[in-house]
C-alpha cells in the first residue's frame, strides 16, 4: 500500500538503500560495476513542452539531484504523442544510467491503457525511484444540493444522464477520474471536454456545468474565494494542506482513488548499482526542505520510495487503466 511510503521510518531507510536490497527483493538487474558512476552528465527526458508542472519539477528534481551527484542533469524536452515520443525514447536508449525519463501517471500507464504505444510500460522500463503524487478535487457548483458525496449521489442518480460533468481534457486524467466515479457509483454524467483547466472551471464557477475533478491547488483556491464547492479528494488519504476535507472513498465509495503520480525510470536492465545509487540520490533530494516546499506549492506530496515501490505503482494504474477502458469502452480519439 502507498499509505506505507509516508511512514517516517521506512523513508530514512530508503535513502540508505544498496544493490543488496534489490537482489533480495528478486529485481533482476544487470550487476556490471559502475563503482564511479555517475561519471558524465544525466539526460532527464520531459515528455511535455517547457514551462508546464511536470517540466517545473522535472528541474527542481534536476537540479538538487546534480548537487547531490556531483553531475549535472540536462533537462531534455521531447513533446509529441501524449508522451510517447519521449517515452518511447528513452526506452529505447542505453541502459547504462545516463539516460531517464521524467514519468507520470498520464505518458506512463493511462496513455498505454488507452491507446496503441511502440512501448511496453512495464518491462520496457527499470523503475528508479518516485517523486511525488498529487490528488484531484471534486469540485461541484455552489447550487448542486447537498453538502459531500452522498448528497452528490442521491442528485446524480434523480437525474441520470443530465448532470454536466467538466473535465480539462478528454482522456485526462481529470476525464478518467469522472468515468471511474460514474462506473464506481453507477451514475451517468454527460462529460464536457475543456481544453485545460482554467476554461472548466470558468464554466463550473458560472454553471454551464455541475461537476468537476479539478487539480487539487486549483480546486482548493476556487472553493476557498466561495466560487465553487470542495466536497472531497481522490486521494486514498486526506491531504495534509485540508484535512477538514475527507476523501471520495471515506464518503461511501470504497477503494476510489485517483491519483498523478510522477517518478522517473530508465530503460530495461539498468545496472543495480547505478539503480541503487540514482533512488538514494532522489529520496535525499526529496527530504530537502526546500524541494518539498516548491514541490507542495504545486500541490505534489513528495515520496521517497524504493524502485521496488515504483514499479507496483506502474503495474497498479496501468491495470486499474486497462480495466476502466474495457469496462467503460472508452477509446482515445
Same mark, same amino acid.
Given at each position: ?30 550487476? /556490471? ?113 447537498? /453538502? ?186
Amino acid at each position: 500500500m502507498l499509505m506505507k511510503i509516508y511512514c517516517a521510518s521506512f523513508v530514512n531507510k530508503l535513502t540508505q538503500i544498496g544493490v543488496g536490497l534489490f537482489l533480495i527483493l528478486g529485481i533482476n538487474y544487470p550487476l /556490471s560495476a559502475q563503482s564511479n558512476f555517475p561519471s558524465k552528465p544525466l539526460r532527464l527526458v520531459v515528455p511535455f513542452p517547457p514551462g508546464g508542472s511536470a517540466d517545473i519539477l522535472a528541474r527542481v528534481i534536476g537540479q538538487k539531484l546534480g548537487d547531490i551527484l556531483e553531475q549535472t542533469v540536462l533537462v531534455d524536452n521531447k513533446a509529441g504523442a501524449s508522451g510517447a515520443i519521449a517515452t518511447d525514447f528513452v526506452a529505447k536508449s542505453n541502459a547504462d544510467g545516463y539516460t531517464l525519463i521524467f514519468a507520470t501517471a498520464s505518458t506512463q500507464v493511462i496513455n498505454p491503457a488507452f491507446s496503441k504505444v511502440p512501448f511496453d510500460p512495464v518491462q520496457d522500463f527499470t523503475p528508479v525511484g518516485m517523486i511525488g503524487l498529487s490528488p484531484l478535487g471534486l469540485v461541484v457548483n455552489p447550487d448542486v444540493p447537498g /453538502s459531500g458525496v452522498q448528497d452528490l449521489l442521491t442528485w446524480l442518480r434523480a437525474n441520470p444522464g443530465k448532470v454536466n460533468m467538466a473535465s480539462f481534457g478528454n482522456m485526462t486524467v481529470s476525464h478518467l477520474a469522472g468515468e471511474l466515479f460514474m462506473l464506481n457509483t453507477n451514475t451517468r454524467m454527460l462529460h464536457v471536454p475543456y481544453k485545460g483547466a482554467p476554461a472548466a472551471m470558468t464554466d463550473l464557477v458560472a454553471g454551464r456545468v455541475s461537476v468537476y475533478f479539478d487539480a487539487l491547488t486549483n480546486a482548493i483556491q476556487t472553493s476557498k474565494a466561495g466560487r465553487a464547492r470542495l466536497i472531497a479528494v481522490t486521494g486514498a488519504q486526506r491531504n495534509i494542506s485540508i484535512l477538514n476535507v475527507p476523501t471520495v472513498a471515506e464518503q461511501g465509495v470504497p477503494g476510489f482513488e485517483v491519483t498523478t503520480w510522477y517518478g522517473i525510470l530508465g530503460p530495461a536492465r539498468m545496472p543495480a548499482d547505478a539503480v541503487a545509487k540514482l533512488n538514494a540520490a532522489i529520496n535525499k533530494s526529496l527530504i530537502d526542505n526546500e524541494v518539498r516546499e516548491k514541490l507542495a506549492i504545486m500541490g505534489v506530496d513528495s515520496m521517497p520510495a524504493s524502485p521496488d515501490a515504483l514499479g507496483s505503482v506502474v503495474r497498479r494504474d496501468l491495470t486499474k487503466w486497462t480495466k476502466l477502458a474495457q469496462e467503460a469502452k472508452i477509446k482515445a480519439e
